[in-house]
T-cell receptor, first 115, second 114 residues
Framework: GDSVTQTEGPVTVSESESLIINCTYS????????LFWYVRYPGEGLQLLLK???AGQKGSSRGFEATYNKETTSFHLQKASVQESDSAVYYC????????????WGLGTSLVVNP | GGIITQTPKFLIGQEGQKLTLKCQQN?????MYWYRQDSGKGLRLIYY???????QKGDLSEGYDASREKKSSFSLTVTSAQKNEMAVFLC?????????????FGPGTRLTVL
């Protein structure tokens, strides 16, 4: 079936360290997968961080980036130097270009950045 | 920009009770969604609607009804609350017609059933 697996949290890093949150997917029934990272900051609603709809492309936002790798079925989220304000819960999601309703969500990864 | 509001923010019910959650958006989006999130789990789609008066079932629709009487509002009814049920219900909206459209989320309604 279709599924998303991401790094189990919490992930704790110190400010200015690098970060990678892994996301792998299975898209057995989706002809044209597209991939998203959503984020929920403390006290705020879920919001889109970045998305990529074409395999091989990279998305970036707020210093984060993720590359849609069709060969390894991965969409890992990376940042070279995290800040305390990046503390949040990050969700990887798998969508279907042909079906707006279909969004398969990962369980979320809680990131804690220590000052 | 726009905003999605959900009411109530917290909902406490009794077993067997019918409970209604409301969602309003001012993005002028055609598509609206209701998701359920249990602790430590991903979001699961309950219902969605692509236009006024349209309803489409998601994977988790059993035990729920929905209503989209206006483009800007989408309500969800828990038809019979289950004892000890606890979850957060999230409403979202997006532009219709694209499978890669960003979904915009409300702050959620936290349900507790005694």
């Amino acid at each position: 079936g279709d599924s998303v697996t991401q790094t189990e949290g919490p992930v704790t890093v110190s400010e200015s360290e690098s970060l990678i949150i892994n996301c792998t997917y299975s898209a057995t029934s989706i002809a044209y997968p597209n991939l998203f990272w959503y984020v929920r900051y403390p006290g705020e609603g879920l919001q889109l961080l970045l998305k990529v709809i074409t395999a091989g492309q990279k998305g970036s936002s707020r210093g984060f980036e993720a590359t849609y790798n069709k060969e390894t079925t991965s969409f890992h989220l990376q940042k070279a130097s995290v800040q305390e304000s990046d503390s949040a819960v990050y969700y990887c999601a798998l969508g279907d270009v042909g079906d707006n309703s279909k969004l398969i969500w990962g369980l979320g990864t809680s990131l804690v950045v220590n000052p | 920009g726009g905003i999605i509001t959900q009411t109530p923010k917290f909902l406490i019910g009794q077993e067997g009770q019918k409970l209604t959650l409301k969602c309003q958006q001012n993005f002028n989006h055609d598509t609206m969604y209701w998701y359920r999130q249990d602790s430590g789990k991903g979001l699961r789609l309950i219902y969605y609607s692509i236009t006024e008066n349209d309803l489409q079932k998601g994977d988790l629709s059993e035990g729920y009804d929905a209503s989209r009487e206006k483009k800007s509002s989408f309500s969800l009814t828990v038809t019979s609350a289950q004892k000890n049920e606890m979850a957060v219900f999230l409403c979202a909206s997006s532009i219709t017609g694209t499978g890669y459209a960003e979904q915009f989320f409300g702050p959620g309604t936290r349900l507790t059933v005694l």
